[in-house]
């Protein structure tokens, strides 16, 4: 059977996006900075990526045999992926609970949206921000609140010794800072 007869299910959907599925039953909270990135990826996809593919796709499929027309064959796989894209955003923003760190009261301990500061074993001293599993950016020191560090973190308070799972075994972590302003 042709794959283009195929429908492809949620976890290959997020496999193929790059996104962890989220566990059953887990709510997919996100910063309000977070949704508005995915928002304007989505509109970029649908508003300005999307009709230059179909532009292009619509050129190539005059030009006659299709089979071997470069333009159009990835052109078409193109569109596949801004499709998948635009789907596993879709789904993403709907079940999104918009959790705004600026709003915490209890500003003591770690919660989602916090910018921790702990040092480890061997007095190395890291700085992470929690966010949402659909908005880490890895080079800015953003973790999923999911991740073994940042689920280690919450609720702790400055002072406080955790112990997070690390390749290696358990390790202990101490909390210095813990702050809730703008990323």
Known sequence: ??????????????????????????????????????QDEFKTLKQVERPKVVEIVSWAAGNGDRSENGDYLYGKKRLREIDRRLRFLTKRMEIAEVVDPALQKNRNQVFFGATVTFVDSQDRERTVRIVGVDEVRHDRGEVSWLSPVARALLKAAVGDTVEV??????????????????A
């Open 1 to 38: 059977m042709s794959k283009a007869f195929t429908k492809e299910t949620e976890a290959e959907d997020e496999e193929l996006e790059g996104a962890e599925p989220l566990p059953a039953g887990v709510k997919n909270y996100i910063t309000p900075e977070g949704l508005r990135r995915l």
């Open 165 to 182: 799972r690390t390749p290696a075994g358990w390790a202990p972590i101490e909390v210095l800072r813990i702050g809730y302003g703008p």
